[in-house]
Each structure stands twice: as C-alpha cells, then as structure tokens.
T-cell receptor, first 113, second 113 residues
Framework: SQQGEEDPQALSIQEGENATMNCSYK?????LQWYRQNSGRGLVHLIL?????REKHSGRLRVTLDTSKKSSSLLITASRAADTASYFC?????????????FGQGTILTVHP | GAGVSQSPSNKVTEKGKDVELRCDPI?????LYWYRQSLGQGLEFLIY????????KSGLPSDRFSAERTGGSVSTLTIQRTQQEDSAVYLC???????????FGPGTRLTVT
C-alpha cells in the first residue's frame, strides 16, 4: 500500500524553469527520501532528509520537510532536459521497519529543450 | 565500483511455471531489499534481509513468493505457480546498513502469459 500521495502526477516545463513536486504521507517517519527513475527501471537516490531536519540542499535540488503537516517538497532549479524522469518520495518509518521504504505514486517530470 | 545487478533483465513465462530472480548487491552491503513495481500498485516493498536473515517478510503477496540470501550476498526471489497478476518489474536494492539510502538495481521485468 502507498504511504502517501505526490502532486502533481505530471509536470511539464521548459528548460531553465524550476520544478516543484510535493509529497504527503500518513504516518510518523524516521526519514524521507527522494528518488529518480528513468525509463521505468532502476531508481537513483537523490537526497535523504531526517525527521529532525527542515531543509536540505544538494546541487540544484532543495528538499523541505514539514513533519507537522506530514509533507515534503522537492525543488529542482534551472531544470535541464536530462532531468526528465519520474520522481518518487519514499518514507522510512524507522524502528522495526528496518529501513523499509514506502513509496508515493510519483511525479512524471518532462523538461522541454 | 560495481552497482547492484539483477538477472535476468527480462523474463517471459507461462502461467503456472516457477521463476527465479537473482540479485547481486553491492559488495559489503549488509541490507538487501526486494520491491515490486506494477502499473496498478506502484512500488511495493516485498522483503528485507539483514545478512542472511529476513526479519521482515511482510510484503510478500502470498505463499507462492519466497526469497533467500546466501553468504550475506546474492539473493534469489522465487515465485511458484506464476499468475498473470505477478507481471511487474522486480527491483532489488542494497544499503550499507539500515536505515540508509538504498542503491537500486535495474530490475527484472517479469511477464506472465
């Protein structure tokens, strides 16, 4: 079963624009992670934010976490055509979950050259 | 270094046959995870290994599914008496410990005809 929802389900932008994707979840978490998937196959880890963190940056990526609202957002700045992919948030509940990730439905991002 | 590898990359089988899917994690990674990705269900957790033991099998859909891990390395996911609803991409991931970011393999696309 899915932990939460991502929106939008699909996002289409021009190169150079910023892309923002949102993720909501239902239960308490130890950390939240964002992954990218190209062509429906392997996922690539982008960034991990712990429950006691509010914001994290990695290159052109900025992730925020609001545990009171059970939501997170991923911002990709100055997007490139190569950023075209599906983006998933995944929550780790910690404790006896052993790092098991529960994924959202994903956002399909298309960046037009 | 080498990433997570999975074999076969594609498998087409007839309904009722058994299949074995293999995962070679990154050397030294103690945690190994199996997920399944299908159009209707999104990304679902199947099973987790820490070393050779599987403390969390909660995601296995039925008793037709089983998995083992030997030598703290290679893992095999076996599906007996395959059904059409088993058609999906089966993804394996490993991590140095749990919880931690996970490194995914390219997946095995299983089609049951």
């Amino acid at each position: 079963s899915q932990q939460g929802e991502e929106d939008p389900q699909a996002l289409s932008i021009q190169e150079g624009e910023n892309a923002t994707m949102n993720c909501s979840y239902k239960t308490s978490i130890n950390n939240l992670q964002w992954y990218r998937q190209n062509s429906g196959r392997g996922l690539v880890h982008l960034i991990l934010i712990r429950s006691n963190e509010r914001e994290k940056h990695s290159g052109r990526l900025r992730v925020t976490l609001d545990t009171s609202k059970k939501s997170s957002s991923l911002l990709i700045t100055a997007s490139r055509a190569a950023d075209t992919a599906s983006y998933f948030c995944a929550t780790d509940a910690g404790g006896t979950s052993y790092g098991k990730l529960t994924f959202g439905q994903g956002t399909i991002l298309t960046v037009h050259p | 270094g080498a990433g997570v590898s999975q074999s076969p990359s594609n498998k087409v089988t007839e309904k009722g046959k058994d299949v074995e899917l293999r995962c070679d994690p990154i050397s030294g990674h103690t945690a190994l995870y199996w997920y399944r990705q299908s159009l209707g269900q999104g990304l679902e957790f199947l099973i987790y290994f820490q070393g050779n033991s599987a403390p969390d099998k909660s995601g296995l859909p039925s008793d037709r599914f089983s998995a083992e891990r030997t030598g703290g390395s290679v893992s095999t996911l076996t599906i007996q008496r395959t059904q059409q609803e088993d058609s999906a991409v089966y993804l394996c991931a490993s991590s140095p410990s749990s919880p931690y970011e996970q490194y995914f393999g390219p997946g095995t696309r299983l089609t049951v005809t």
